[in-house]
């Protein structure tokens, strides 16, 4: 190479010295590392956040914050038909129409949320991701077989399904798990093979072909990681609604058949009969749910928008 | 629907070819790409179909630059893509054999071709920003070529790769290394695909348009250093593009395509010296000169390229021909010799008087091209 050399000249000392050590970055920005920095400047991801780490670590040291075991009823007798005993210091938030102390149930309230709502979204993404994944990797009958699948998912009422496998397991948080996961799976497969399609017809995906790669190492080094951020995106939105979910599912009774298992579903049944002297017994789990479903909401949204290459400027 | 005329000319010719001065003495009589009588059909819905391809023979000899020149829709990328094997099978039916080596890659088992695209065989596409993988870093996409094709340590792959991006002019290449396509600009990027497409020195390579969606100055800088690599390496290049002025500063031999066929096939300096097709020569004719007054409008090839005109019946150009004859529309038109190496598919060609006006400029701008990169 004659006519242009691409070497910069030799810096002079004093050139050196004005422009100082150069600060370079051994290793690029990558789509994730951006996305936590885009995150970090978002108020609404950090709320969401905020709320999300609040929620998770409450449920899993409810045994440390919580007063009382949550199974405890033994204050049924100071609970008459009309009226609850007053809060007390023993109680901050009082007893519930069981006798069984409210704050503690709150707490081990968001355990159970918790559990059944991240297992059941786990269950969900990973059944979604198989379809999706193999739906979207092969396309053609393969395509066609799975996307059947997943109508045949989607054409089973989550509510019938839920009720059908307690029938037939009992009354299990597994039933609720199974119900809520199967709802569940459909968006996940479609969503993914949808995104798979997309990245499928990229000319980075062509130009891995006439690199001689094969087609399992274009799907997995390739198409998945341009393909997969829509879903962690709607993992964490669909974990918002798994929680709505679970309690709307306990609700109408179909958790664990324990009744002194805590379970915001379950304490509004239970606060339900006295809505009008005691509003308090089903608004704090209600705000409980609401606060938790939307922390995770606004967390799933401003991934998306950081993820969005669009968006990118921020 | 295929001609037999324009079949391959007999080895004879092709043993005494001999190239011409300045240029690499082709003595393997083997072409290392035979292309012949290539044809790619598009099924659309309701039966209907479409020939993008339609017949096309050519070949490259070993170390040999040959262009393939048309404008958009003539068929120039369908013609690669068949080659390389990049067709969807669905809609799709390709005909013909496109021998590598003696062997045909049309009909490859496609693990073999899995094998020989990236090693022996490698392409650069038209755009480095779609071409590139956003996720995965530079390197990466790099050493995984590397490891598809030799058993090599992952740190010997990293320092290849490294070397690699030095020679395809990317400054500070072991900083390039770990970033991602959205760090670099277009024409690194660009580079950086070079890169990639050279990893495993192929012994062909076929460049799409590499520079069409780079500035003018990145352009020269490209196609210098990619005939600087192809020339140091010995590979074999076949460039597509439309732009005449690629093809004036690179190509040995020239194809130019219309509508699915090869209209003209010829050595640059005859391509540019005396076209013989009505179309080769309208094109050379529409570029702007340096000598030309400024005034003086430019003259264009009128109309757009029509699909009705079926080339077994007639020229398919004759619609846009200024000199078409009742000959060009009454049968199909061979391909036939017009010089030394010299092929058009036309029955009124050009005559070397309304040639010899034209040309000069293009072939000192050409010229001026390939001596600055020598």
Redesign the interface.
Known sequence: ?S??T???PERPASLAAVMGEQN????????WAGAWRRLQRDPAAIIGGIIVLLFISVALAAPLLAPHQPSSVEWAGEVTPSSLPPASADHPLGLDPFGSDLLTQLLYGARQSLIIGVVSTLIGLSGGLVLGGVAGAFG?WVDTLMMRIVDILLSIPALLLAVSVAAIVGRRPEALMIAIAAAQVPIFARLLRGSMLKQRN???V?????????RR?IVM??VL??SISPVIVQATLTLATAIIEVAALSYLGLGAPDPTVAEWGRMLVKGQERLASAPHLTLLPGICIAVTALGFTLLGESLREALD?KSRRR | MTDTTDKTPDTGQKNIAVKDAGQKAVADPQPLLDVKNLSVTFSKRKGESFTAVDGVDFDVRPGEVVGIVGESGSGKSVTSMAVMGLLPRRGVTIEGEARFDGTDLLTMPKQELTRLRGGDLAMVFQDPMSSLNPVVTIGKQMTEVLHAHRTISAKDARDEAIDLLRRCGIPDPARRFGEYPHQLSGGMRQRALIAIALACQPRLLICDEPTTALDVTIQAQVLELLTELVRDMGTAMIMITHDLGVVAGLCDHVNVMYAGRIVEYAPREALFASPRHRYTHGLIDSIPRLDQRRDQRLTPIPGTPADTVPWSRACAFAPRCRHVTDACVTDAIPLEEVGFEHRARCVNPASDAENSTQTSQVMASGQMAQEESE
């Not at chain 1, 062509?206 to 094969?214: D, E, H, K, Q, Y």
């Open positions: 190479m006519s242009t691409h070497e910069l370079v970055d051994e290793k690029g920005i990558s789509l053609g990229q000319d980075y062509l130009a891995s072909f006439s690199l001689g790669l094969r190492t080094s390739h990681p341009n290459p």
